[in-house]
């Protein structure tokens, strides 16, 4: 026996194993009766609202819901592009909720932004709000203890793990080699939905996970990204979507994870629920005074939102690779895919993850075949920028296809764009009460959204411990996570969909689509910030210098790429332009576009490292990869 195939024996064998360890009822009831016996029952609050504190945001919803008629429904909306109203919003909307709170999420980490959130659920549950938690395994809540202590931190509150690998909470090395080897679609199926909704009123979806990361909290890396809030019928569909997912069948319960069932058998004491520690309390404390004021909500969520009759929310449904041939197994999915195919005069895309699905493609090619075809803008990140660089190297690979085939202009993020660094320096400033910063001026927008990305898909680490490429230059950095399409000026999409195939075929996806021109033009003015020449590099077309050996290298850099494996040629048909002091903007398209460009290399700021040599290879190697990264 080759070592290969020993080594599949021994993952195998090890699947096996696990798949047999499955839990007795006997031990389950046993966990849950201890869970039961050790809890604590009192409530923080008697009263019949359970202590629920004033918010205008949920008052707001409220009031929509009460207007709506179901020949003419009413929703508020409101963009959440900046971190800091995103989060302020999200506990300002738990503290306020009367009767329920379900969250659904991808990443829950247990840095400052995920034990905040993580004890203001608590708290909620404790007061008698009921509080569901359903998180996908992969990626959240690897501590058993943690998961001991909200096992028993309150009645009203539940936690369960989507999709657990071998029914556990934590997830080993060989479990993770194991699990690709015995059931990889199982396995490689993650549920990306991100939804938090209280009291089937108000909701928020997007591209935010809980880690510190996804609010501007971390000091060296961090997200740009985009979530919304609704208020009204569509919160009721984002309640309805979460409850399918919280009765499926890979939505496990606490006590039926072996890890968990044995960690809690195993410490019959009540755990209790400490306060948490913050390496960072400061601003802890600054948002936690926001979330309670009125004048700054109203200034920095509700200042731009708008009254909207048509909102749909559209949420696959869970384990969708069971029922691949079933089309309302992938309805945001195809719902997304139809809104870009009607596009007619622009499409305006952001997407982390520049790898195209095969539908996608189709499209795309067809738009630009259309007599007038609709200008396709795309905002992205840069290897500079990203933190999945096996990803980017596949976009890379077929930057001709994207800019010849489907007419895309394409910008890519700066690892330091100059508003993102100037929106953080914004949210460094200590609250100090009554929306006013402690210089004594009215609060701006504390941290004007800037992009982000996430652990995405399943090569590579996740979470924090996820590092990008080292670059040429210092300080602080950010990437695009945010996940939006604004179609002819008419309608946005903001969801957790990054138009790749792994959101098409694996993952289970959700969003957001508003039909209204003036949330499309928000979020359209947003995006496109992002491309200006102090926040992205324009890719181009390489400039023709000497004619014969340009036309040689772009027919060896043709066929190079159409191979599956071997795309070794080093000179590709685009680069990274960057504008030149002293001219205006323009479009590639532009007949003046290189005299005011310079090209600026196909990596900009990024240092000679293994990750830039890894990049390379997954360009020669990894194109049948697309649906696994």
Not at 57 to 85: C, G, K, Y
Not at 360 to 365: T, V
Not at 564 to 570: G, I, K, M, S, T
Request: hydrophobic share 40%; aromatic share 8%.
């Amino acid at each position: 026996m080759s070592l290969r195939h020993f080594a599949l024996f021994t993952l195998l064998a090890a699947a096996a194993l696990l798949n047999g360890c499955t839990l007795s009822r006997a031990q389950i009831r046993r966990a849950d009766a201890l869970v039961a016996a050790t809890t604590a029952k009192d409530s923080t609050c008697s009263q019949p609202e359970h202590c629920a504190r004033p918010s205008p945001l949920l008052d707001a919803a409220v009031e929509a819901l009460a207007e709506s008629t179901p020949a003419r429904p009413q929703h508020l909306v409101a963009l959440l592009d900046a971190s800091e109203p995103a989060l302020v919003a999200r506990l300002s909307l738990i503290r306020a909720a009367r009767r329920s709170i379900d969250v659904q999420t991808y990443i829950w980490d247990q840095d400052d932004v995920g034990q905040l959130v993580l004890d203001e659920l608590v708290q909620a549950a404790r007061r008698g709000v009921q509080v569901r938690i359903l998180a996908d395994q992969l990626s959240s809540f690897g501590d058993l203890g943690l998961l001991d202590r909200l096992a028993r931190a309150s009645p009203n509150l539940q936690v369960r793990l989507y999709n657990p690998t071998f029914q556990e909470a934590r997830t080993s090395p060989l479990e993770w080699a194991a699990g690709i080897a015995c059931c990889f679609l199982k396995f490689n199926q993650r549920m990306h939905n991100k939804v938090m909704v209280v009291d089937d009123t108000a909701g928020i979806t997007g591209g935010r996970n809980y880690q510190d990361r996804y609010f501007d909290w971390n000091d060296d890396f961090d997200y740009v990204d985009r979530d919304v809030l609704v208020g009204g019928p569509a919160a009721r569909a984002m309640a309805r979507s979460f409850a399918l997912f919280w009765r499926h069948k890979r939505a496990v319960p606490l006590t039926q994870l072996r890890d968990v069932n044995h960690y809690i058998l195993a410490h019959p004491q009540a755990p209790g629920w400490d306060a948490p520690h913050y390496d960072h309390p400061q601003r802890v404390y600054r948002v936690q005074q926001e979330a309670d004021d009125a004048a700054w909500l109203r200034m920095h969520v509700l200042a731009g939102s708008v009254r909207v009759e048509h909102v749909e929310f559209f949420s696959d449904l869970p384990a969708k690779t069971e029922q691949p041939l079933k089309r309302q197994a992938r309805q945001f999915t195809a719902h997304v895919m139809q809104m870009v195919g009607e596009a007619r005069h622009e499409v305006i895309l952001q997407t982390p993850y520049l790898v195209m699905s095969r539908r996608a493609r189709h499209i795309f090619e067809h738009l630009h075949e259309e007599q007038t075809a609709p200008r396709i803008v795309v905002s992205t990140n840069s290897l500079a920028s990203t933190d999945a660089f096996a990803v980017y190297a596949l976009s890379y690979k077929h930057r001709k296809r994207y800019l010849k085939d489907y007419g895309f202009e394409i910008y890519e993020l700066k690892p330091h764009a100059a508003d993102a660094a100037a929106a953080n320096a914004l949210a460094s400033l200590e609250w100090v009460g009554d929306g006013r910063h402690a210089s004594g001026e009215p609060a701006r927008n504390a941290s004007r959204r800037y992009v982000s990305t996430e652990d995405h898909g399943l090569l590579g680490s996740h979470g924090s411990s996820r590092r990008p490429a080292p670059l040429v230059s210092e300080g602080r950095r950010f990437a695009l996570h945010a996940k939006s399409i604004v179609v002819d000026d008419r309608f946005a999409m903001v969801g957790s969909h990054n138009f790749d195939p792994r959101s098409d075929h694996y993952n289970t996806e959700a969003g957001v689509i508003v039909y209204d021109s003036r949330i499309a033009a928000q979020v359209r003015a947003s995006i496109l910030r992002d491309t200006e020449p102090q926040n992205a590099w324009v890719i181009a077309p390489r400039r023709p210098v000497v004619p014969v050996l340009t036309t040689v290298n772009q027919v060896i850099g043709d066929v190079s790429e159409s191979l599956p494996l071997f795309d070794f040629w080093p000179y590709r048909y685009a680069t990274s332009y960057q504008l030149k002091a002293g001219c205006a903007p323009m479009r590639p398209s532009d007949p003046a576009f290189f005299s005011c460009y310079e090209p600026v290399g196909d990596f900009p700021d990024v240092a000679l490292s293994p990750k830039l040599i890894y990049t390379r290879l997954i360009t020669a190697f990894g194109s049948s990869a697309s649906g696994i990264l």
